[in-house]
């Protein structure tokens, strides 16, 4: 496993079913799309690492990305990831990955860095595949006192802080260029379900795991409505962080 902690099979089934049209995914893909708008040439070479279903892959396609590839460690994930190819798909751990030195102008690693027992060696691998001055977007959950039964579930190891990510992010020799928070309006049912005897009554401590279609819409939302905040500004609070930041050549 190299250090890293992995889901069941189970947990990337159900991510299958929700990861083209749940609001969360939905949401997180668009902020994705927002920050790397104007930044992937045509004819870029882009990695999801940790690419999961591989919904994130047709983005980078989208932006306008020539050659995508995604790794995963967890065969599941990679065999629902082959049903609607973007690119290449291999297994692979993000602190080894099958590629050349300087391959890449654009690396995604979306909720991952949080699953690994060395996250700062993945952060150098990351490095050592981006071409000077490449992109990273990274992912990861926020405050580690908010660890409730989903982390465990999910292969969780750690959740950050952003100055813990920032920290991290620049031992690996990046500069980074935009960070926030971000899923603010989920931090108090967060609280709710995870600090308060609420959380008991409740079959599931994962805010974003289910929601009718009227819950999901007002979700959807505020998703638009912090997109357009990011677009200008860093958000101080919330249940994910990003991070985009440039390899230093």
């Keep these: 496993m190299n250090g890293a902690a992995q889901p069941d099979a189970d947990y990337f089934a159900v991510m299958a079913a929700r990861a ?3 609001w969360w995914y939905v949401a997180r893909r668009e902020l994705f799309r927002q920050l790397l708008a104007g930044r992937v040439q045509p004819g870029a070479t882009a990695l999801d690492v940790g ?3 591989g919904e994130t892959m047709a983005v980078l396609r989208q932006l306008g990305a020539h050659r995508v590839a995604g790794t995963d460690l967890s065969e ?7 049903h609607h190819p973007q690119g290449a798909v291999l297994a692979a751990t993000a602190e080894q990955l099958p590629f050349a030195d300087g391959c890449a102008d654009v690396l995604v690693s979306s909720d991952v860095l949080e699953h690994l027992s060395d996250d ?3 952060l150098r691998e990351y490095r050592r595949v981006l071409k000077p001055g490449g992109l990273l977007l990274v992912t990861v959950p926020s405050y580690q006192w908010l660890w409730c039964a989903h982390d465990v579930r999910a292969g969780h190891r750690r959740r950050y ?8 992010v620049g031992s690996a020799h990046f500069r980074v260029e935009r960070s926030s928070y971000f899923f603010s309006y989920l931090v108090p049912p967060a609280i709710a379900l995870r600090r308060t005897p609420l959380g008991r009554l409740t079959a599931d401590t994962d805010e974003a795991a289910s929601a009718g279609r009227v819950s999901s819409a007002v979700l959807s939302r505020l998703g638009s409505v912090e997109r357009v905040v990011l677009r200008r500004h860093s958000i101080p609070f919330g249940l994910s962080q990003v991070m985009l930041a440039s390899a230093i050549g």
């Design 20 to 22: 083209t049209g749940h």
């Design 51 to 53: 690419c999961g279903t």
């Design 76 to 82: 599941n994930a990679l065999a629902y990831a082959r």
């Design 120 to 122: 700062r060696r993945a």
């Design 161 to 168: 802080r952003l100055a813990e990510l920032t920290a991290a």
